[in-house]
């Protein structure tokens, strides 16, 4: 009987000791990337759209990159290090869609890639003229990160916001941050462009995000209890049912 309740007590402690020492803090990654005051955390702005009718890829020939080409530049503040690591990113997609990222020369229409801004985020397509995409040197040099944010450049949303969604993930909005419900509305309109939910897209959140406590709290829990979500930053190249659907929403632009 003494054994038992020296070893329920013991129990009990080491679960207190557990809980507190597992309460870690959110990663500057996830910081960088789940920002509150923008549309789904890292969308500054899409192409043609107003917020709310947003779809899984955009919808529009006009909003995407004529001839699967987008010109860069780098902001001064992109060092060394930094740049290769995006044209590392950029190989991703050179490697396995027909998307080409091309130094610009005199086009109208690029990506400014900045690091010297707040958080990770792009706008959505083409919206015009100069366009950032913000790659903050704290918290957002990290390949998955920078496939991620290009990914929105040319044309995508978030797969954890897709229409479908409710059959594969579970939003616990109780765990979610006041205020914050609405980074998981789901798409209202939307185009699917050949490939069905995955939850290893690159375009997928993790399980924290915008949690009242990370690593707790869960926020997007699978369906398939067998799945772990991985964050975007944690991912080394894009799923092959991403590099499929660039090549789908591109299927016109690109000549093969
Ligand atoms: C950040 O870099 C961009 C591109 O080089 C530059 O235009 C901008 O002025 C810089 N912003 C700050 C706050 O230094
Ligand atoms: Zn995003």
Redesign the pocket.
């Known amino acids: 009987m003494y054994l038992y309740h020296f070893s329920m007590l013991l129990v009990t402690l080491l679960a207190v000791v557990a809980v507190a020492g597992a309460t870690p803090a959110v990663p500057r990654a996830a910081t960088a990337m789940y920002n509150p005051d923008l549309f789904q955390g890292d969308i500054k702005g899409i192409a043609g759209q107003e917020p709310g009718k947003e779809r899984a890829a955009i919808l529009g020939e006009q909003y995407l990159w004529p001839g699967g080409v987008v010109p860069y530049v780098?902001?001064?503040?992109?060092n060394s290090y930094e740049r290769s690591l995006i044209i590392s990113a950029m190989d991703d997609f050179h490697a396995r869609t027909c998307i080409r990222f091309v130094e610009r020369t005199s086009q109208s229409n690029y990506i400014?890639i900045?690091?010297?801004?707040s958080g990770c985020w792009s706008y959505v397509g083409t919206i015009g003229g100069k366009q950032r995409v913000s790659l903050d040197s704290n918290g957002c040099m990290y390949k998955g990160t920078v496939i991620h944010e290009l990914m929105h450049a040319i044309g995508f949303y978030h797969e954890h916001c897709r229409n479908d969604r409710d059959y594969y993930v579970t939003i616990h909005y109780e765990n979610v941050q006041a205020g914050m419900e609405s980074q998981f509305n789901k798409d209202t309109y939307w185009q699917y462009v050949g490939e069905g939910y995955n939850y290893e897209s690159i375009m997928h959140y993790g399980t924290y995000a915008f949690s009242v406590q990370w690593g707790v709290a869960k926020t997007i829990v699978p369906t398939d209890p067998n799945v772990i979500l991985t964050e975007a930053y944690d991912k080394l190249q894009m799923a092959q049912s991403d590099a499929n659907q660039i090549n789908n929403l591109y299927r016109n632009q690109c000549s093969f």
């Open positions: 780098f902001g001064n503040s992109v400014e900045v690091s010297n801004d």
